[in-house]
């Protein structure tokens, strides 16, 4: 087989091909796997608006921080591998960490965060285990299905060593390695990220 037809068939090459051919969904690989996304609907994108102001108003989009949207995360699990976080908190000098196809060093990334779409069980099994495994500190989800926000932190290996469950009416605190005291309110996110009856 000849070199032209093993990138032909590369993770990589493929994933262009579904991003190529599917406008607005994302395309992500770990351990040479494929995950594929729908576009978010406008619930998802609401539960980030919500999310963002209190990261911006804790400062995190100023100084040695930046809060940014939907940027990839290099992942050590295989030489494809990465993952793009609806959310993430970042070290300023993001810019000087990227690596390859607009994939940055995990190491300058602080917090990321995940609103389920559809499958759940990528978020807090498969991506848990890779953004583990890049030592990335801290890990939110916001489970829109079960109406929950989970934090996982100090990752450890291919795990979370913590992993909190949180319900509406509670307010989360999220660890200070992220740059600037913070706390969520669950009701008002998973709140967000609910369809209206209408």
């Known amino acids: ?11 990589t090459a493929i994933a262009g091909e579904v991003m190529e051919r599917h406008p607005g969904y994302r395309v992500e690989i770990v351990g040479g796997h494929l995950l594929v996304t729908f576009p978010p609907d406008a619930p998802h994108a609401r539960v980030l608006t919500k999310l963002m102001r209190p990261f911006i108003d804790a400062g995190l989009d100023d ?12 992942l050590p699990t295989g030489a494809e591998d990465y993952l793009t976080p609806d959310l993430a908190i970042v070290d300023a000098d993001i810019d000087d960490h990227h690596i390859e196809r607009n994939a940055y060093d995990p190491l300058c990334f602080r917090l990321v965060l995940e609103v389920t779409s559809g499958n759940g069980k990528n978020d807090l099994k498969t991506k848990a285990a890779a953004y583990a495994e890049a030592k990335v500190p801290v890990y939110v989800v916001v489970d829109r299905k079960h109406q929950r926000l989970h934090v996982l932190t100090e ?20 660890p200070d390695v992220i740059g600037a005291e913070v706390a969520l309110d669950v009701e008002g996110i998973v709140k967000a990220g609910q369809r209206s009856a209408g």
Not at 1 to 11: C, D, H, I, N, R
Not at 63 to 74: A, M, N, Q, Y
Not at 155 to 174: F, I, K, Q, S
């Open 63 to 74: 100084g040695d921080t930046e809060v940014l949207p939907s940027v990839s995360v290099k």
């Open 155 to 174: 990752p450890d290996g291919g795990a979370y060593a913590n992993h909190r469950m949180h319900a509406p009416g509670e307010t989360v605190a999220l």
């Open 1 to 11: 087989m000849s070199a032209a037809s093993v990138e032909q068939f590369s993770p």
